[in-house]
């Protein structure tokens, strides 16, 4: 069965602090997705990122990077020069990509609570 | 264009009553996916749509819980005989096809009293 960790509950910050979200995940699959969701307060899930296992490139999108390394099967987010606005809950999630069912559940992690303090 | 809408986004219920929870996925998403997210912990599948078929419905909890697609767009969740502990936010999401990312809505918060 599959399943992501993320170890770290909350994390506080100071506004233009580097942060890092750790994510380590389990599948006994060598296809598969990876994902990184923000869910605000106001609650809706917003999508930052997919990443399939055969792409271990590492990718940069502004202030956000993630680090794929399959070999410690991990998955970290890291928000360069913090802003007030990061502050959110972030999700971390994996999708098994055998067959035409089994390949679309998400599988989540508990989250990291994310503090950016002015 | 409009995203992922649910409604209502909030309902208040009595133990035992019967309750509806509506999902319109983004036009031409043929794919669609129900979880529910407790206080505290990430999103749990329940059920995923291929067009109008349940394609998976490993995740429903108990057979209380049941959701249609009739016409491969909409979804009803339907919760029958609620229990307190159904209380939690319902979320929808929507993908173009299987294993695409998915897309969710603001999500619906239950409580059942």
């Known amino acids: 069965a599959q399943k992501v960790t993320q170890a770290q509950t909350e994390i506080s910050v100071v506004e233009k602090e580097d942060v890092t979200l750790d994510c380590v995940y389990e599948t006994r699959d060598t296809t598969y997705y990876l994902f990184w969701y923000k869910q605000p307060p106001s609650g809706e899930l917003v999508f930052l990122i997919r990443r399939n296992s055969f792409d271990e490139q590492n990718e940069i999108s502004g202030r956000y990077s993630w680090n794929f390394q399959k070999s410690t099967s991990s998955f970290n987010f890291t928000i360069t020069a913090s802003q007030v606005v990061d502050s959110a809950v972030y999700f971390c999630a994996l999708s098994e990509g055998l067959g035409e069912t089994s390949g679309s559940r998400l599988t989540f992690g508990e989250g990291t609570q994310l503090t950016v303090n002015p | 264009g409009a995203g992922v809408s649910q409604t209502p986004s909030n309902k208040v219920t009595e133990k035992g009553k019967y309750v509806e929870l509506r999902c319109d996925p983004i036009?031409?998403?043929?794919?669609l996916y129900w979880y529910r997210q407790s206080l505290g912990q990430g999103p749990e599948f329940l059920i995923y749509f291929q067009g109008t078929g349940a394609a998976d419905d490993s995740g429903l909890p108990n057979d209380r819980f049941f959701a249609v697609r009739p016409e491969g767009s909409v979804s009803t969740l339907k919760i029958q005989r609620t229990e307190r502990g159904d209380s939690a936010v319902y979320l929808c999401?929507?993908?173009?096809?299987?294993?695409?990312?998915?897309?969710f809505g603001p999500g619906t918060r239950l409580l059942v009293l």
């Open positions: 036009s031409g998403h043929t794919a």
């Open positions: 999401a929507s993908s173009l096809w299987a294993r695409e990312t998915q897309y």
